[in-house]
């Protein structure tokens, strides 16, 4: 599933650096070579033990990224269903922002969804139309990295308001924010 998800972005060219952690565990040798073999130039990092979640995951790959260049954090259960000129229009309507997500209109509980009124995510919960499909972008990754640091609270079941990054405190972004609906723009 792994690899087909990582295919299914269609960004395997050399000035895309793919960044896979996986967890430490008996398959992690025969997995690492697969990855390897499908993307020759990636980076893989193996995280002893269980994670608090996505975001602790995410964080601890920072010293394999460059501060100043654009982060794409990408679930890695889910195939996405694009076409390159789709997959091409939605990273340029990114760029246009600091950072962004990608979304459908949904309201089935096996997705999460953006609070559009306080800015969290909000794990299998329909609190709104706007469903996450796992692609969290950053044009610069210590954006990424600070906010993680600073702003969310590290508790267990894993980051409290991940990745409620895109807002401050008080409800407004620190930075230009965009919601990417990616089937409204599709239609």
């Known amino acids: 599933m792994l690899v087909a998800s990582a295919r299914s972005l269609k960004l395997n060219s050399p000035e895309h650096n793919f960044i896979f952690v996986i967890p430490e565990n008996d398959f992690v040798d025969e997995l690492e070579e697969r990855l390897k073999s499908e993307f020759p130039?990636?980076?893989?990092?193996?995280?002893?033990?269980v994670s608090q979640g996505a975001a602790e995951t995410a964080v601890s790959a920072q010293g394999?990224?460059?501060?100043?260049e654009e982060l794409l954090?990408?679930?890695?259960?889910?195939?996405?269903a694009w076409s390159d000129e789709s997959r091409d229009k939605v990273f340029t309507k990114l760029r246009e922002f600091d950072a962004g997500i990608v979304?459908?209109?949904s309201n089935d509980p096996k997705h999460s969804y953006l609070n559009l009124d306080t800015g969290e995510i909000v794990e299998k919960e329909?609190?709104?139309d706007q469903a996450l499909i796992g692609l969290?972008?950053?044009?610069?990754?210590?954006?990424?990295?600070l906010r993680m640091m600073t702003a969310a609270t590290?508790?267990?079941?894993?980051y409290k308001?991940?990745?409620?990054?895109?807002?401050?405190n008080d409800g407004k972004c620190n930075k230009t924010c965009a919601i990417w609906n990616h089937r409204e723009e599709r239609d």
């Open 41 to 49: 130039e990636c980076r893989v990092l193996r995280l002893a033990g």
């Open 64 to 68: 394999f990224f460059p501060d100043n």
């Open 73 to 80: 954090i990408a679930n890695c259960d889910q195939i996405m």
């Open 103 to 105: 979304t459908i209109s």
């Open 126 to 128: 329909v609190v709104s």
């Open 136 to 145: 969290h972008y950053w044009k610069e990754a210590k954006d990424f990295v």
């Open 154 to 158: 590290f508790m267990a079941g894993g």
């Open 161 to 168: 308001n991940y990745p409620r990054v895109y807002k401050n």
